[in-house]
């Protein structure tokens, strides 16, 4: 059976499905024993980067568990129980919270309430070359595991949680899936009793097959990218080629810049936006950004406006009653109709980035016209935002009506496009690209290839730099492709920037020989 997800870490791995059950404990002891418990908790935090283990152990010396556990303590005399009300407790007042760094911390409440309770029982390991399935599992627990792991499946646990951010440290493969997979979870801590569920995890594609045929485990062999930085530049003769990053969520940033990533080729606003009815107050979304700004420092950073509207639903957007899909009011065209609030989401760009080699790319622009008011926004933002300059301003290829006008872009003011090869193909090929049957691969499809090669052409001509953010910028069967194009840029997912350096260079040195 196959679950679909979000891919985090890429890579692919074969192994047994595995959760740590609930501890089995006989005599759990009184406060004395919650204090060791957090004490042994604290110390085995001190293995994680520095900045986490000092967050993990604030967030476990917090008062609020003393006083919860001594009340649940006196009630109930049993302190698992304790902890696990507790912990249900302090998630429950932060959930309530506006500021949603600390709505976030709720998590963190949960999962340290978890390991707790495994440190009052026997220790839990997973064997070697399990897959976990992680739910209330901490950091600290996924980096004291990370030997005997092939992979990490994060259920109910969004890509930006801080054990997220230790998984694509650890560049073991990883998936998130949605909260529908209970009862996967079930099935993963039966595993653990004896009742092997082997499995297979694609990190590229984002799913995870139990069961698999032996013909798609052949198919798809075990893959590990590595997780050395790799911060030298790729040079085409004295042309060098940006591997940059794909910045989902802030927590990719310090990820993506200590592997080495050239820049951001694309940082996705949308984290910000995404299934909250109101726009973020300008100050919130202008830390964010701040903070994204400063683990980036003199590299260049292209922030894509907001692309709301598809699949990607908030700021209540206006429909007509009809289901428009991929088709209808997204990206800049939703933008130009709420002027306003991109004007915020704006004047908060240039803000957060003031200082930084910030630009601004537009996504789903199809005609010139959309690019001319966009950048008419723009100068106002920059009005109001004081003291800042309009950045250089560039467009997203993803709707073929734009690859042919991008002479007119040029002469407008864009100085730079992006080809956005995920939506770019499915307009192409006329094909939903969340649809599980969408078979049309850019990697392998000569029409597809023949039209981006003639659109990189007249790009250049008209004297823009050219990047690709798409998926297929990372895939393995493009690579000569991009070269021979002479795209200026490739961006990918963060954990693939050393694997890609080293396969252009790879190609170079390849191609070189055969021309001598
Ligand atoms: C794209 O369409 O290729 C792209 C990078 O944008 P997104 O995947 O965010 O739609
Ligand atoms: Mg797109």
Redesign the pocket.
Known sequence: MRYHGVAVVPGVSRGQLWAPRPANIQDAGGFEAFEAARQRFIDDAAALPEDLSAMYAAIVLDPMWDDGIARHLAASGWLPSAVSATAAEIAATLEDLDDPYLRARAADFIQIGAQLIRLLGNAVAPAPESILCARDVSAVELAQWSEQLAGIVLIDVAPTAHVAIVARGLALPTIALAGECKGLYESAQRAGEGAPLPSLLNGFEGWLETAPERELAQRYPPQRITSQADPAPVHVGDRAIGVFA?L?FPGDAPFAAALGADGVG?L?T?FLYVDRPRQPALAEERSTYARIASTFTGRPIIV?TL?LG?D?VGLGIEHDGLDHGMLGVR?IRLSLRQPEPFLQHVQAILEGFAGADVRLMF??VTLPDEFRQARELVIEAARRAKGSRVPPLGI?V?VPAAAYALEVFAREGASFV?????????YFFASD?LSADNAFDPATNAAFQAFVRDAVARAKHAGLEVGV????AGSAALTSFWIECGVDEL?VSPGLVPWLKARLRNALSTSAKEVT
Do not use: V, Y
């Open positions: 794909n989902n694309l996705r949308e894509r692309d598809g990607k990206g996504p789903m997203m993803e992006s080809f956005g090869t995920n939506d770019l193909a499915q690209r953010c798409g998926e297929a961006s």
